[in-house]
């Protein structure tokens, strides 16, 4: 099997006909040694896990592969910062509380795939609409200290009115904690001593971001 199939059957059917293995093979282009494309893809999937196992690899991981190398490795690099920064695009001509899936798919793109526990900050102005995203604070693997305090300081200087916060669990869990509610509210008070309204937490995992407002939990 050689890499022109799948091009022909993405041509004749598009993207969605194309599985995993099909996908990668159109990126990457060519086998190696002894390997098509094709199995070079399946071998690939193999050893990551699947295409977020992939994705998630660090430059050093992929670039080491056998079949790979700087060369195809930066076309799966650009892939991924490519969809976040399309995310992100999306995200800046929405406004969030009325478009909450682009809101919840920008987070889990930024957010899940970290290590350790990162708290993040979407500024909004009194529209709603995103005027920055940020990451504040990074923790271990089960938890980072997040400073209300360097919250508000932060959205003072960015001129917001109202936040939505999120956090990821990397143990891919997104039920949120008794430290997460407990953090929130306080959140929620620190903000509302500067007319600042806290809008929503989520808990990034997995599945689906949790959203602590629709919990009842902000």
Request: aromatic residues 4%; charged residues 25%.
């Amino acid at each position: 099997m050689n890499c022109i199939m799948p091009r022909e059957k993405l041509a004749k059917s598009g993207l969605s006909s194309l599985n995993d293995v099909e996908l990668l093979a159109v990126l990457i282009g060519t086998g190696m040694g002894g390997l098509s494309v094709i199995e070079l893809s399946e071998q690939l999937l193999q050893v990551f896990g699947g295409l977020r196992g992939l994705l998630k690899a660090r430059r050093s991981e992929l670039e080491h592969q056998p079949g790979l190398g700087p060369a195809k490795t930066a076309k799966l690099l650009a892939v991924l910062e490519l969809s976040r920064r399309y995310l992100h695009e999306s995200l800046l001509r929405s406004e969030p509380l009325e478009s909450p899936e682009v809101t919840e798919k920008y987070l889990k793109s930024v957010l899940r795939d970290h290590s350790n526990e990162v708290f993040a900050c979407l500024f909004l102005d009194t529209r709603h609409r995103v005027i920055a995203f940020e990451e504040l604070f990074h923790g271990t693997i089960d938890g980072a200290t997040v400073y209300p305090r360097v919250v508000a300081e932060k959205a003072l200087r960015h001129g917001a009115a109202a936040l939505i916060v999120a956090h990821n669990h990397p143990s891919g869990i997104s039920e949120p904690s008794l430290a997460d509610q407990a953090i929130t509210r306080r959140l929620k008070e620190a903000l509302a001593l500067l007319d600042i309204r806290l809008l929503d937490h989520f808990v990034v995992g997995d599945g689906a971001p949790v959203s602590m407002a629709a919990r009842g939990l902000v």
